[in-house]
């Protein structure tokens, strides 16, 4: 049987206080976070980029990140099949989208931000010393020919600062500009099945 398609016709009551929206700017209400740093490795070359498309697929962790063939690091990462996902904190933000304004082509981001590579376990790429946490990444599916560009990835091997003092992440928007995380409100005990529903 086949699905009713939804109706073209505008609704009847024009005071509701939605309006249209540009479609091809739609993906800002769905903006993820945090802002994330990739890192990727090969033939001895460290790389860096910033990205903010990401999600979370399943608790192992597995992570989906979309990267387009037009970064540099697209290659590495479908080369190598791995990976470093570093989460920064508000203090770096300018440097983060700085990061991502410029090409590991043309120059050495670690140097030139003065990030302090560090050696993991189980990949070859490094973790950045800066950041607040940091996980190592292998690449479970590559992008396929339906133009998502999509990478799916399962971390391997996690690691935190819990001694750093600025733990707050932020988050794009889409547009620019970015919500840095505020109040965390604990919630724990009522995160328990009903026994009864109301």
């Not at 249209?20 to 994330?36: H, I, K, M, S």
């Not at 540099?72 to 920064?88: A, D, K």
Request: charge should be negative.
């Amino acid at each position: 049987m086949m699905a009713k398609r939804a109706s073209s016709r505008k609704p009847e009551d024009t005071a509701l206080p939605m309006r249209d929206f540009p479609l091809n700017r739609a993906f800002t209400f769905f903006e993820p976070g945090p802002v994330l740093l990739v890192v990727t490795s090969i033939n001895g070359r460290h790389n860096v980029m910033t990205a903010s498309w990401t999600t979370l697929l399943g608790f192992t962790p597995i992570i989906g990140i979309s990267l387009g063939p037009w970064n540099h690091s697209y290659n590495t990462l479908f080369e190598t099949g791995e990976c470093v996902l570093s989460i920064p904190t508000v203090d770096m933000m300018e440097a983060v989208v700085d990061i991502g304004n410029c090409s590991g082509g043309d120059i050495d981001k670690f140097k030139y931000f003065h990030l302090t590579p560090l050696q993991g376990q189980k990949v070859a790429t490094p973790l950045v010393a800066e950041s607040l946490a940091n996980v190592e990444c292998i690449v479970r599916e590559k992008p396929g020919n339906n133009g998502l560009h999509l990478f799916i990835l399962e971390g391997v091997k996690a690691w935190h600062n819990p001694d750093r003092e600025e733990k707050r992440t932020f988050h794009a928007k889409g547009d620019g500009t970015f919500i840095i995380d505020g109040e965390t409100v604990n919630l724990r005990h009522k995160m328990t099945k009903w026994e009864d529903c109301i």
